[in-house]
């Protein structure tokens, strides 16, 4: 993983609790623990599982957004050997 992907998933997580919080699911308590978890997800998603298109789950509009990283907290079993269950398979992964 390149320095560059790391930026770009710590701004998706940016994203992600900026729209979280709009939506009334996050308190400012909550954003610093949740931009962690979510930056930790999208790592493993992209490192382990599965290359994801980056910049354009970035720049995707809020439905497609949401449906990843929902998407990805819902159906990633951390751990060992990593997965996502279910048969998830995120909008932006690179297959």
């Given at each position: 993983?390149?320095?560059?992907?790391?930026?770009?998933?710590?701004?998706?997580?940016?994203?992600?609790?900026?729209?979280?919080?709009?939506?009334?699911?996050?308190?400012?308590?909550?954003?610093?623990?949740?931009?962690?978890?979510?930056a930790h997800e999208i790592m493993t998603v992209h490192s382990r599982i599965v290359p994801l298109r980056l910049s354009a789950f970035l720049d995707a509009d809020d439905s497609n957004f949401a449906h990843d990283v929902g998407g990805i907290h819902r159906h990633l079993e951390d751990g060992d050997s990593p997965r996502l269950k279910d048969c998830f398979l995120p909008r932006f992964a690179s297959v």
């Open positions: 993983m390149t320095a560059a992907d790391i930026r770009i998933i710590h701004a998706i997580a940016d994203r992600a609790c900026g729209l979280y919080e709009r939506l009334g699911h996050l308190t400012d308590a909550d954003l610093r623990f949740a931009r962690a978890g979510i």
